[in-house]
């Protein structure tokens, strides 16, 4: 497989996969009821498809077992973001963070908005690395640890806060977390996650040169820094005006028409004046 096959497929499974997560998730939304709860339960194959295909190839080092590490690591990361964005993996605050309340007690509410869920990922990377850690394909380890650390960074530079926010996706049992977000000009972790990430990037295409004359690992670093490329797209669009809503947009039936909540609003209209 040559190296511009696999940064296609990169990109196709980055913008596809992100896509029918988003679907499933509008679906749920418009059905309402125990909708979300329905969607999580039905992805759980989606997990077990990964997981299995993650030990099954740890002794693969041909360029298929790479591609198929990597896609079996983003099969399990994709559960637990449909699980996350569906309200059923979540944390155990659920509610709209107030104007004003100290630092402290802010951190602690968006911590308690994903406790749930970081902590379920960070045991599935520990899991990951006791299982497959120093085998002859460790892609699909290094995939979701490119994806736990980027998700960290991400999360962390909305709450410190940036310039552009798309709350355009956020589903109905999520709509609270806008309010922990804060839009500021830019913060001090951001230069820095924009740094290791663009490192990293680096990183994997020079070890892509060294094994240029290996099919399997130049295909695992050649996924591998085009995912770590994305993570780097993701965050800039946290400060360039583009419309990357755009890229899965039209893909999405209507959101269904529910009343904002006037504390968020309140929240997120006084935190675009900061």
């Given at each position: 497989m040559s190296t511009w096959h696999a940064v296609a497929i990169g990109i196709f499974v980055w913008w596809s996969s992100t896509g029918v997560i988003l679907m499933a998730v509008r679906w749920a939304d418009r059905a309402g009821g125990r909708a979300h709860l329905l969607?999580?339960?039905?992805?759980?194959?989606?997990?077990?498809?990964?997981w299995a295909g993650l030990l099954s190839?740890?002794?693969?080092?041909?360029?298929?077992?790479?591609?198929?590490?990597?896609?079996?690591?983003?099969?399990?990361?994709?559960?637990?973001e449909l699980a996350f964005l569906c309200g059923v993996l979540t944390g155990p605050?659920?509610?709209?963070?107030?104007?004003?309340?100290?630092?402290?007690?802010?951190?602690?509410?968006?911590?308690?908005?994903?406790?749930?869920?970081?902590?379920?990922?960070?045991?599935?990377?520990v899991g990951l690395i006791f299982?497959?850690?120093g085998t002859v394909n460790p892609f699909g380890v290094w995939t979701f640890l490119v994806?736990?650390?980027?998700?960290?960074?991400?999360?962390?530079?909305?709450?410190?806060?940036?310039?552009n926010i798309n709350t355009e996706f956020l589903p109905v049992p999520m709509r609270h977390l806008a309010s922990?977000?804060?839009?500021?000009?830019?913060?001090?972790?951001?230069?820095?996650?924009?740094?290791l990430l663009t490192f990293a990037t680096g990183c994997w295409m020079e070890r892509l040169i060294d094994h240029e004359d290996a099919s399997g690992p130049a295909t695992g670093f050649a996924l591998l820094a085009v995912l770590t490329a994305l993570a780097t797209l993701e965050h800039w669009l946290m400060v360039l005006p583009l419309p990357d809503a755009k890229l899965w947009r039209w893909l999405l039936p209507e959101a269904?028409?529910?009343?904002?909540?006037?504390?968020?609003?309140?929240?997120?209209?006084?935190?675009r004046r900061a």
């Open positions: 969607a999580t339960l039905c992805g759980l194959p989606l997990l077990a498809i990964g190839t740890c002794d693969d080092p041909t360029a298929r077992g790479a591609v198929m590490a990597f896609l079996s690591a983003i099969a399990v990361w994709g559960w637990f605050n659920a509610r709209v963070c107030p104007e004003g309340v100290p630092g402290w007690e802010r951190f602690l509410r968006a911590w308690g908005t994903l406790a749930y869920s970081e902590l379920a990922l960070l045991a599935t990377a299982f497959a850690w994806l736990l650390l980027a998700r960290v960074s991400a999360k962390l530079n909305l709450y410190l806060g940036v310039p922990h977000f804060r839009v500021a000009r830019c913060n001090a972790l951001f230069p820095v996650s924009i740094t269904p028409q529910h009343p904002r909540d006037p504390a968020a609003h309140d929240v997120a209209r006084k935190r």
